[in-house]
């Protein structure tokens, strides 16, 4: 079992930034799929960015330009900054990783953009 937790969400005006954090409980750096997800209200959740072991990062068109996956693999931790938020990207984000042959998820954490 894997349990991966994230941080780091709070209010933030439009224009802010935020950096997330999933921190694993075991080592990710063979993980080969780590990635954010969000759940916007009344929406599905949906695919945020990735990266793979090589930290080869892929990002949805809603967030390229805005949002930087990126990895640690000496604290096991995963992160997103988010720059420029705007208040469609108000969700909760939720961090997800492949170990071994499951995936797992975290419980979230909720980002509000707001004036």
């Known amino acids: 079992q894997v349990q991966l937790v994230e941080s780091g969400g709070g209010l933030v005006q439009p224009g802010g930034s935020l950096r997330l954090s999933c921190a694993a409980s075991?080592?990710?750096?063979?993980?080969?799929?780590m990635g954010w997800y969000r759940r916007a209200p009344g929406k599905e959740r949906e695919w945020v960015a990735t990266?793979?072991?090589?930290?080869?990062?892929n990002y949805a068109d809603s967030v390229k330009g805005r949002f930087t996956i990126s990895r640690d693999n000496a604290k096991n931790t995963v992160y997103l900054q988010m720059n420029n938020l705007k208040p469609e990207d108000t969700a909760v984000y939720y961090c997800?990783?492949?170990?071994?042959?499951?995936?797992?998820w975290g419980q979230g954490t909720l980002v509000t953009v707001s004036s």
């Open positions: 997800r990783a492949l170990m071994g042959s499951i995936y797992y």
């Open positions: 075991r080592s990710i750096a063979n993980s080969n799929y």
């Open positions: 990266i793979t072991y090589e930290s080869a990062p």
